[in-house]
């Protein structure tokens, strides 16, 4: 597929079709590193969730210092008008973005009235339920929030999730296992993860190193009110080497099956399967 093909791209007020320049050399997102994104999706004629994302990038907005110049509601007209544009029963990602243009006297720090707005809207497929992957330890770490700005979906994070990813491909596997600064689990390198284990369900608590994402939370909340236990609860890696089932939640594949963890097998189980179905019937008869 060529580069740009499938994506439209909304900046300085008006919807352009492909992939258009947005950042300029000096701009201090391409130099400095303040951007910061959301995703949403579309599929089957929904876009679950789309309020809650369009409110979180507004919030990471202003973890990086940055003052958001879309309200929430004008957002959301905006992914519309963009999805109209798209080819009909398209899965759509969602990408709102913001960053910053100028910085401060010092440079170092950015100017908040200086934030840039885009969205991008690409033509990404559902991947197919029956899409798994396999998980493996990685000797690198989410960080905490002295550090760095985890409590915002920050592209200067991304390198780090980069490094997870290529270390567990190395090794044979589809992603990483990933500990927090006190080593326990946290999450995979591009998702959140859950746990089953006699019928019951776990998830690592969030404790500000990780994004304890939308989709994740729809999950939770789909699942209590199916009568499913859910414990958010500190987890170990031994706590999955002897689990029943393992599953991720992001917003790009909604439930992914684990199949293995290092050397532990796994199969993409009932429980797993009943996630991604109560999910589905959310979507399609509420959104």
Known sequence: MAVGTHIKTYFNGAWHDGDVPIMRAADHGAWLGTTVFDGARRFEGVSPDLEAHCERVNRSALALQMSPTVAVEDMIAIAHEGLARCEEG???????????????????????ESTAFAMCLEHIPMPPQSAGTTLTRTKFRRPVLESSVVNAKAGC?????????????AKGFGNALVADAMGNVAETATANIFMVKDGE????????????GITRARHIANMKADGIKVHEAVLGFEDFETADEVFMSGNMAKVTPVTAFD?????????????????????????
């Open 263 to 287: 050397d532990v097998a796994y199969q993409a189980g009932p429980l797993t399967r009943r996630v991604r179905d109560m999910y589905w019937d959310w979507a399609l008869t509420t959104s």
């Open 201 to 212: 369900v776990f998830t690592p608590m969030p404790n500000g190193t990780f994004l304890a």
């Open 90 to 112: 398209a899965a759509v990602y969602i990408r709102p973005m913001y960053w910053a243009v100028a910085g401060d006297p010092a440079a170092i720090a950015p100017d908040p």
């Open 157 to 169: 994070l991304y390198p780090n999730n980069a490094r997870m990813l290529t270390e567990a491909r």
